[in-house]
């Protein structure tokens, strides 16, 4: 089972590359906040992006929270924050499963809106099918054709 990072899985440094899942889905590439980061887990989520030391990029982000006055960087931490969709709970198992997971994050409405008339048009399907097994006709056309 492969990481999420691009290495084997294992812990480099002090920190840990990887994730609890795997990448089926061509290499799942996508900036997402990690769901088990330190502090809304931007600076993890970035680290696998970009696969980077997770360790090394806190590191980084701390001492530009110290050189530039705290507030430039910590309000570009809390835009990346509110920016970033959070990672996926499960896996992608295929694009389709992506392209939803990404409309689902950005508009919930549409999402939800599209699922319903995915079901309606499974159940006018299932309606003509209905008919055709319940007609008159077809009761007949399987008595001719045994």
Known sequence: ?????RGNGRMHG?????????RPVEE??????????????VCKGLARYFDFSVGALRAIVILLFLVTGIWPVGLLYLIAAMVMKMEPVVPFDSPADQEFYNSYTNSRAGALE?????FENL?????RMEDVVTSRDFEWERRMRN
């Open 114 to 118: 599209r699922i319903k008339r995915k």
């Open 123 to 127: 159940d006018r399907r299932l309606r």
């Open 1 to 5: 089972m492969r990481a999420f990072g």
């Open 28 to 41: 799942q590439r996508g900036i997402y906040r990690a769901r088990d980061g330190v502090f809304l887990g």
């Open 14 to 22: 002090g920190g840990s590359r990887g994730s609890r899942w795997r």
